[in-house]
């Protein structure tokens, strides 16, 4: 490949799988004023920054912090639709042609949202994005582990009956929220029961040091879930650490998302190095693009020049995303398809 093409261009070019995004998190700072826009609400009246900048690092209870303001901005089926609207557009503009979004239904009394209106709202801008978009897109509800086991348990209904009705966008569950707080092993049965009715299952897993020696770690890997979101203090445990081994668990890796929230203390030291050395299946992703001001390309471009990574590297690393989508063969198959005409014309374009 011609090096003439710097690695930022390669990564923007480069077709991505996006697989784990949620949708406050992602919202970018242009959206954001809309949404202040619509509500009436000024920069001023913002309680501190929604967006932690380069270079920066705060503590892991700064971003639900962050994701609180913006929830509370977006507390009507409009402006949902319009996060979601905007947020598949900047995804496919990256370069993004397959993307998991996740998000927590919210009941909002005082707008009348519910969250069967909410989910309704993002269903709806995935469908207006269908023809407009270069990407296909899914989604995940999430469950928050703030949340109780009868909230989580409406959110896994929901989650069956749009996986019928939309049909086959709805795809599967998250867990998720304040690693801090709760006991994952409470929404086991919850988890469960979603596995039964045939949803996926991506959970959020060992974010914090603690995690690595809680007994909810080895109760949520013994599900087993279908992918692993984070799973930073994993290796830290021999007996988790096997278990993921052994069942080839996919990672999620939010390398910035981690160094930002100071889970991770450096690029250098985050565990992609650990799991994609011994050959487990790793997924670049962004956790929340605008609120850690970040983008897929640029995640690649981190991993390219922090691990050593050739370009090459970095687009087997794309292509075998494809398989660990929470879709069908077919499916799949067409997106390996799309990759690899892709390719040619990125062989040419950069020859
Ligand atoms: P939403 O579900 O679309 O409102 O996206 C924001 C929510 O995603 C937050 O309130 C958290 O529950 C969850 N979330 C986003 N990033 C993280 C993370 O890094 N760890 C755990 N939960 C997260
Ligand atoms: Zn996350």
Redesign the pocket.
């Known amino acids: 490949m011609d090096e003439a093409v710097g690695l930022p261009d390669f990564c923007r070019r480069l077709p991505k799988v996006e697989l784990h995004a ?4 992602s919202v970018s700072e242009t959206t954001i004023q809309k949404l202040q826009v619509k509500k009436g609400v000024g920069h001023e009246g913002l309680q501190g920054d929604t967006a932690i900048g380069k270079g920066e690092t705060r503590h892991l209870q700064e ?2 912090r962050i ?2 303001i ?2 509370d901005l977006s507390d009507t089926e409009e402006s949902i639709f319009m996060m979601t609207e905007d947020v598949i557009s900047e995804f496919a503009a990256d370069g993004v042609r397959y993307l998991e979004l ?3 239904p ?1 009941h909002m009394p005082h707008t009348g949202m519910t969250p069967q209106s909410y989910v309704e709202s993002i269903l709806s801008a995935i469908q207006k994005c269908k023809d407009r978009e270069d990407v296909v897109v899914r989604l995940l509800l ?1 469950i ?2 703030r949340q109780s086991v009868e909230t989580a348990m409406t959110t896994v209904r929901l989650a069956q009956e749009y996986m019928l009705r939309s049909p086959g966008v709805v795809v599967g569950i998250d867990l ?4 801090a707080v709760g006991d994952g092993r409470d929404f086991i049965p919850v988890l469960k029961e979603a596995q039964n009715c045939g949803l996926k299952l991506a959970l ?1 897993i060992a ?1 914090i040091s603690q995690q690595a020696v809680a007994p909810e770690t080895s109760a949520l890997l013994s599900l087993p879930p279908d992918r692993v ?2 799973g930073t203090f994993i290796h830290h445990n021999q007996d988790l650490a096997a278990v993921v081994a052994d069942r080839k668990m996919p990672f999620e890796i ?1 390398l910035t ?1 981690n160094v930002k ?1 100071q889970t991770v203390a450096s690029y250098g030291e985050h565990h992609f190095q650990h799991w994609y050395s011994r050959k487990q299946p790793c997924v670049l992703c962004t ?2 693009k605008g609120v850690f001001c970040t983008t897929l390309s640029e995640e690649y471009r981190l991993a390219a020049e922090t691990f050593g990574l050739t370009r090459p590297a970095l687009w087997d690393l794309s292509y075998s995303s494809i398989d660990h989508t929470f879709v069908g063969e077919d499916l799949k198959q067409q997106l390996r398809d799309r990759w690899n005409t892709e390719k040619e014309k990125l062989f040419l374009q950069t020859r």
């Not at 949620?22 to 998190?25: A, D, E, Q």
């Not at 998720?176 to 690693?179: A, F, H, Y």
């Open positions: 949620h949708l406050s998190g971003p639900f994701f609180k913006i929830q996740r998000s927590t919210r999430a928050d582990r998720s929220g304040n690693p959020h974010e979101g984070h939010c998302s929230a956790d929340d």
